[in-house]
């Protein structure tokens, strides 16, 4: 009997550069698939139900043995939360996360210097910090039980002369693909496959945490900053028993990578040994294994220079395409929204024929790039303001610019984002 092989593939370093020959493999040692998500964080799971609501069904690799659990919070505002309710977990998500009312802003020494009430400014406003562990599980539970592959880290990209794409997992396992949606996070092999550069560090690190309060947390429904010299916090209720906090300081270097929680902590507390009490005691309540310390990145995505969303079958979404710092809380926001956009441009491919994959996968990048580039470098801008150290600036700013200047409404324009609904 004849024996069937595979069409010969070759690897790839960048889909651009000079083929090679790779080996013939056999067709019965490789699982084909129409759609591969690279990642099961939360861009990954997001995708694979928007497109789960569409009717198209997909596979996710994860490296991981499991839902990853680590992490703190991810605040969202009202664009998340409709791309929650499109997605249909937000009615399990909202019962468990507290609505935040107000945002308040005080100096390093404690004195308020403005508030403001979100509902005020707009009456659609929604903003709930929800814990990424709680996240996750709510997603991966909108998928059928095999629906994710873990312990399947991506070892290699490669593509076929038939225009699928050949990938190579840890075990040597192989797994044939008529599309890849890399959702494998800011250092994503799969968009350094595509030439895009690394994420540039942005002078900056932030300690997080999970304050945790098991007879009930002390503070109001409201999100604090409270900004010094060089260095800012804040914080915010994700629930009854749990507070997010943060700690934002400035650094030449990314710095050695520090997993002794007593180190993250004694650290944490030195830069805030004269600042209000009620962080010094959030940061004592919290369990050591909430403390992390990340340097901040982000990826500007200039036209003609920056390569496209897209090359061929394989497309980016989320972190591994538009890494951006947390200034402005929109992150993981505009991650759901590459979900929701790519999964109706795939639907349009897919399911109704008005387009290729391949031009759909380009719109969905053309229509993603105009609100994401410009989010990407608003969110740096405000880091490095609020990161100033000079005396005259920070007193200015303290002074005159956040109590006299600065209106809510005109800095949250960017949480409006709509799209075309989900459907089958």
Same mark, same amino acid.
């Given at each position: 009997?004849?024996?069937?092989?595979?069409?010969?593939?070759? #690897?790839?370093?960048?889909?651009?550069?000079?083929?090679?020959?790779?080996?013939?493999?056999?067709?019965?040692? +490789?699982?084909?698939?129409?759609?591969?998500?690279?990642?099961?964080?939360?861009?990954?799971?997001?995708?694979?139900?928007?497109?789960?609501?569409?009717? !198209?069904?997909?596979?996710?690799?994860?490296?991981?043995?499991?839902?990853?659990?680590?992490?703190?919070?991810?605040?969202?505002?009202?664009?998340?939360?409709?791309?929650?309710?499109?997605?249909?977990?937000?009615?399990?998500?909202? #019962?468990?996360?507290?609505?935040?009312?107000?945002?308040?802003?005080?100096?390093?020494?404690?004195?308020?210097?403005?508030?403001?009430?979100?509902?005020?400014?707009?009456?659609?406003?929604?903003?709930?910090?929800?814990?990424?562990?709680?996240?996750?599980?709510?997603?991966?539970?909108?998928?059928?039980?095999?629906?994710?592959?873990?312990?399947?880290?991506?070892?290699?990209?490669?593509?076929?002369?038939?225009?699928?794409?050949?990938?190579?997992?840890?075990?040597?396992?192989?797994?044939?693909?008529?599309?890849?949606?890399?959702?494998?996070?800011?250092?994503?092999?799969?968009?350094?496959?595509?030439?895009?550069?690394?994420?540039?560090?942005?002078?900056?690190?932030?300690?997080?945490?999970?304050?945790?309060?098991?007879?009930?947390?002390?503070?109001?429904?409201?999100?604090?900053?409270?900004?010094?010299?060089?260095?800012?916090?804040?914080?915010?209720?994700?629930?009854?028993?749990?507070?997010?906090?943060?700690?934002?300081?400035?650094? #030449?270097?990314?710095?050695?990578?520090?997993?002794?929680?007593?180190?993250?902590?004694?650290?944490?507390?030195?830069?805030?040994?004269?600042?209000?009490?009620?962080?010094?005691?959030? !940061?004592?309540?919290?369990?050591?294994?909430?403390?992390?310390?990340?340097?901040?990145?982000?990826?500007?995505?200039? #036209?003609?220079?920056?390569?496209?969303?897209?090359?061929?079958?394989?497309?980016?979404?989320?972190?591994?395409?538009?890494?951006?710092?947390?200034?402005?809380?929109?992150?993981?926001?505009?991650?759901?929204?590459?979900?929701? +956009?790519?999964?109706?441009?795939?639907?349009?491919?897919?399911?109704?024929?008005?387009?290729? +994959?391949?031009?759909?996968?380009?719109?969905?990048?053309?229509?993603?790039?105009?609100?994401?580039?410009?989010?990407?470098?608003?969110?740096?801008?405000?880091?490095?303001?609020?990161?100033?150290?000079?005396?005259?600036?920070?007193?200015?700013?303290?002074?005159?610019?956040?109590?006299?200047?600065?209106?809510?409404?005109?800095?949250?324009?960017?949480?409006?984002?709509?799209?075309?609904?989900?459907?089958?």
């Amino acid at each position: 009997m004849a024996i069937l092989l595979h069409p010969l593939i070759w #690897p790839l370093r960048h889909p651009s550069r000079q083929r090679r020959v790779r080996p013939v493999v056999a067709a019965s040692c +490789v699982r084909k698939e129409d759609i591969v998500i690279v990642g099961a964080g939360i861009s990954g799971l997001a995708t694979a139900v928007a497109l789960q609501r569409v009717g !198209i069904e997909s596979v996710v690799v994860e490296q991981a043995e499991s839902l990853r659990s680590g992490g703190t919070s991810l605040t969202f505002f009202k664009n998340g939360w409709k791309v929650f309710d499109a997605i249909g977990v937000a009615a399990e998500l909202r #019962p468990q996360f507290i609505e935040i009312e107000e945002m308040v802003v005080k100096s390093e020494g404690g004195r308020e210097l403005r508030s403001f009430r979100f509902k005020d400014e707009d009456q659609s406003q929604e903003v709930r910090a929800v814990e990424r562990g709680t996240l996750l599980e709510a997603l991966a539970n909108r998928l059928p039980p095999t629906a994710i592959s873990f312990s399947s880290k991506l070892k290699s990209i490669e593509r076929s002369y038939n225009n699928d794409t050949l990938l190579t997992l840890d075990d040597d396992s192989l797994i044939s693909a008529k599309v890849v949606i890399a959702c494998d996070g800011i250092r994503s092999p799969v968009a350094k496959w595509m030439g895009f550069p690394d994420p540039r560090y942005v002078g900056h690190c932030a300690f997080r945490g999970l304050g945790v309060y098991p007879d009930g947390q002390p503070f109001q429904p409201r999100v604090t900053y409270v900004y010094g010299r060089g260095v800012r916090a804040g914080y915010v209720p994700l629930s009854s028993t749990k507070v997010y906090w943060f700690v934002c300081f400035n650094s #030449p270097s990314p710095g050695p990578r520090i997993t002794d929680p007593s180190i993250l902590r004694q650290e944490t507390e030195n830069l805030l040994r004269d600042w209000p009490s009620e962080l010094l005691s959030l !940061i004592k309540s919290t369990p050591d294994d909430t403390i992390i310390r990340t340097p901040l990145v982000d990826r500007w995505l200039w #036209p003609g220079i920056t390569p496209a969303a897209s090359s061929g079958k394989v497309v980016l979404v989320g972190d591994a395409w538009h890494p951006m710092t947390p200034n402005l809380g929109q992150g993981a926001c505009c991650a759901l929204e590459d979900a929701v +956009v790519l999964a109706n441009k795939l639907g349009e491919a897919m399911k109704l024929g008005t387009m290729t +994959v391949e031009e759909a996968l380009r719109s969905y990048g053309a229509e993603r790039w105009p609100r994401i580039f410009p989010l990407t470098i608003r969110a740096n801008l405000v880091g490095a303001l609020l990161q100033l150290d000079n005396p005259v600036v920070c007193s200015l700013r303290d002074n005159l610019i956040l109590p006299k200047l600065v209106r809510l409404g005109p800095i949250l324009e960017h949480t409006n984002f709509d799209f075309e609904p989900l459907q089958l």
